[in-house]
């Protein structure tokens, strides 16, 4: 490991830095994303995968964290009233909901929420294993997590078609699936922007699950970590809690926010989960009994930071994000005309059917290994999503381009038949 990489915070971010177009070297600094993942590559590869960002964390956040290091004791800390306070201000201002702080509740991650919540509240209420649905394709750390624990999951495939006209994939739910699904069961895990097809829910769809989950009185776990990207003049998004106040009211819904994605903070884990009071209690009980108490030295004041000042910054980066969805949807529908492609309304992710592209199961490994560009493979949401893999957009608009041009070459070399597009050159690309 080189410690050089670790350099010292130069004080005021450069021009590079704020504008979000100079790559920070991430190579030795025991990145998942970079040092494991992408390593076996090459050391010119550039990684697409792992849903962190290319991008310095705000300056609000980086001042925060350098100046509790400069403290040098990193004893115990706590979490005080400041942290909820920020965390219902975040909400306020960002997303027109107001959530209560004495119904804030810290964790360190939202997976090791759902783990408590499974494990140690429903699972001892019910005395049997708790059945969990969750609509697919998924996120999967949070699916593996309920998978150990011996849950029951429920897969409600989200239905996938072509929208009219375009070779864009667009997804919606199947609602007698889902309804079908929901009978018995206590958990919906929700994802709201959702990871990864990127959509963000209508008021309607949220309508309609919140309705299903009070008729079947199902607790709905609504993870809203990515809640922050959504894109200018399409679906807004909307917390469920404020289309349906009788579900916090009957203490069916778990509402759960971070600034892990938003901020570029993933690893210094922290999360707000906002629950009505008996649901809270029984978290905080939950948390102690699985030994999770005392946060990270540095989650709380980073926290603080970028939920009380870090709306500029953000403004600016879901600009840049924004624009980088832009250029890779327009980018992969150039460069693969037989895929399927989201464009999607929400988060910084683009997801990608490349059946045309990748005739067997280890096609993606092969690719990755010739482009020296790493992807999520959609086999790690769900196992029937292996022709599938998913972008991360949230880098530097001329290393994107790079890397999905060369990506791109390379799973075109792979195609085993004619390629021909999924749409006629008569119809419009969508803007
Ligand atoms: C939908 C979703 N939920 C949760 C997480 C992880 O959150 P945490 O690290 O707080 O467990 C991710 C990370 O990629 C995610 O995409």
Redesign the pocket.
């Known amino acids: 490991m080189d410690d050089s990489v670790y350099r010292p915070y130069p004080g005021a971010p450069s021009d590079a830095q704020q504008s979000f177009t100079a790559r920070p070297h991430r190579w030795g600094t025991h990145s998942a994303k970079w040092d494991l993942l992408a390593s076996p590559l090459g050391s010119d590869a550039i990684s697409l995968s792992v849903?962190d960002m290319e991008f310095y964390s705000a300056p609000t956040v980086i001042h925060a964290i350098t100046r509790a290091a400069a403290h040098g004791v990193y004893g115990y800390t706590e979490v005080f009233t400041d942290f909820a306070q920020a965390a219902c201000r975040w909400q306020r201002v960002r997303h027109q909901w107001e959530p209560r702080p004495d119904e804030t509740h810290f964790f360190p991650?939202?997976?090791q929420c759902l783990s408590a919540l499974l494990d140690r509240v429903i699972a001892p209420k019910n005395g049997e294993r708790p059945v969990l649905v969750t609509l697919t394709p998924a996120?999967g750390?949070?699916l593996e997590v309920a998978r150990r624990l011996g849950v029951h999951i429920r897969e409600v495939p989200l239905i996938s078609h072509p929208a009219p006209n375009t070779a864009f994939l667009t997804h919606r739910i199947n609602d007698d699936l889902l309804n079908a699904a929901m009978t018995g069961a206590d958990v919906l895990l929700w994802?709201n922007p959702h990871?990864p097809t990127g959509r963000v829910w209508t008021r309607d769809e949220l309508h309609a699950v919140a309705t299903l989950a009070l008729t079947h009185d199902v607790l709905v776990f609504s993870?809203d970590?990515?809640a922050d990207f959504t894109r200018t003049e399409r679906t807004s998004y909307t917390p469920l809690a404020l289309v349906s106040p009788e579900l916090w009211e009957r203490e069916l819904l778990i509402h759960c926010a971070?600034p892990?994605k938003t901020f570029n903070t993933?690893e210094l884990e922290s999360?707000a989960i906002f629950a009505p009071p008996a649901l809270g209690q029984a978290l905080e009980e939950a948390k102690r009994a699985a030994g999770l108490h005392n946060p990270n030295y540095f989650a709380i004041p980073a926290t603080i930071a970028a939920w009380t000042d870090g709306d500029k910054w953000v403004d600016t980066l879901r600009q840049r994000i924004d624009a980088n969805l832009a250029l890779a949807v327009d980018l992969l529908h150039t460069l693969l005309p037989a895929a399927h492609i989201t464009d999607p309304d929400g988060t910084y992710l683009v997801w990608v059917d490349a059946a045309a592209y990748l005739p067997h199961a280890d096609s993606l490994t092969a690719v990755m290994d010739e482009a020296r560009v790493a992807v999520s493979p959609g086999i790690d949401f769900g196992s029937e999503y292996g022709s599938y893999f998913r972008v991360n957009v949230a880098l530097p608009p001329a290393d994107l381009e790079g890397a999905l041009e060369r990506f791109c070459h390379c799973l075109n070399a792979h195609a085993t038949s004619p390629i021909t597009p999924t749409f006629s050159s008569s119809t419009e690309h969508p803007a």
């Open positions: 849903a991650r939202i997976v996120y750390p949070l994802c990871n993870d970590i990515h971070s892990g993933a999360a």
